[in-house]
């Protein structure tokens, strides 16, 4: 199963037909267009902004969406227009003078009022017209189409978002497999730098007259050295980190609805790329640390568009 971003685009459009067989002077139907934007949200969130004449079709729009959308903010669009500038009804006598009453009975109560223009005029003419009777017969099929293309569009976002990811993904194995010897390096650097001032406290303590003995001295330097590779011990963050990395390669494998899991195994990438530079001990290893935390910012970026 692919895995889908919650952003695309896709539009559909169906050309006007004669309203009935054999009635060619009855004009075409409207043209019939939808359009569907889709940007990423926590949850499903749709919007339609329909045309009066389609209004009524909403539940079922709404319907055929949530059967295929499990996360995004979605915003639908359908409208009707004439197919042609040709099909413009001609208002008539008897409806220019209707609305030129009804226009004098409006500005004498509101003198403010901006006289009708000829686009006002031919609109209203149209909306006097009945609606195509099969605007709603051709709206869900078109709306379907669209919608077809939107998952589309998604699954070629979502394919090009995985090759991100786990391009990320190795680039973070790289980086805790340089992480890994370093520990043990830091760790006896540390020994042999703890033995080294014990070995020099004692030759002044023997020069006082002190009554410490080497033996003594040695253990204690050993104590300290334990101390500090137990405090600097990144081993547990690189397995658990390691563990997550697998994890995330395995939801992308498989596909679907992997958008909210994923963002929860970037939370704990994070959590463990910081304990790692908590625990720095070098330069280098607080360098490693920093170049995770990027990588995994920019996973993070990805993953709040995966559905």
């Known amino acids: 199963m692919p895995v889908f971003s919650m952003t ?9 037909a004669p309203h009935e067989a054999g009635q060619a002077d009855a004009g075409a139907a409207p043209r019939l267009g939808v359009e569907i934007r889709a940007v990423n949200s926590r949850f499903l969130d749709l919007s339609f902004r329909l045309a009066d004449d ?20 979605v915003e639908v669009r359908a409208g009707l227009e004439s197919a042609s500038g040709a099909d413009l009804r001609d208002p008539g006598a008897r409806l220019l003078q209707r609305l030129n009453t009804l226009q004098d009975q409006v500005r004498s109560w509101l003198p403010q009022a901006r ?5 006002d005029v031919l609109r209203l003419a149209a909306a006097g017209d009945a609606p195509a009777a099969d605007s ?7 709306a379907q189409h669209a919608l077809e293309a939107l998952l589309a569009a ?17 680039q973070l194995r790289v980086l805790a497999e340089q992480a890994r010897p370093l520990v043990p390096q830091l ?9 080294e001032r014990w ?11 002190a009554g410490a003995t080497p033996e003594a001295a040695q253990d204690r330097a050993l104590s300290e050295a334990t101390a500090f590779a137990i405090r600097i011990d990144v081993a547990e963050e690189l397995t658990r980190l390691a563990a997550h990395l697998d994890e995330i390669e395995r ?18 990438l994070h959590r463990e790329a910081n304990t790692l530079g908590a625990k720095s001990a070098a330069l280098e290893l607080t360098r490693i640390s920093v170049d995770m935390k990027v990588l995994i910012e920019q996973m993070r970026e990805q993953v709040q568009n995966i559905e």
């Open 136 to 142: 709603g017969a051709r709206l869900l099929p078109l």
């Open 115 to 119: 006289p009708l223009s000829v686009a």
């Open 154 to 170: 998604r699954a070629r976002e979502g394919e090009r978002l995985v090759t991100m990811l786990r391009g990320h993904l190795q």
């Open 251 to 268: 939801l992308l494998g498989r596909g679907g609805e992997v958008g909210k899991r994923l963002d929860f195994l970037i939370q704990e």
């Open 187 to 195: 760790v006896e650097q540390q020994r042999t730098r703890f033995l």
């Open 199 to 209: 070995k020099d406290a004692m030759g002044l303590g023997t020069q006082a007259g």
């Open 54 to 73: 389609l209004r009524q079709h909403e539940p079922a729009l709404r319907e055929l969406l949530q059967a295929r959308l499990k996360r995004g903010k």
């Open 8 to 16: 695309g685009y896709a539009s559909a459009q169906s050309s006007g």
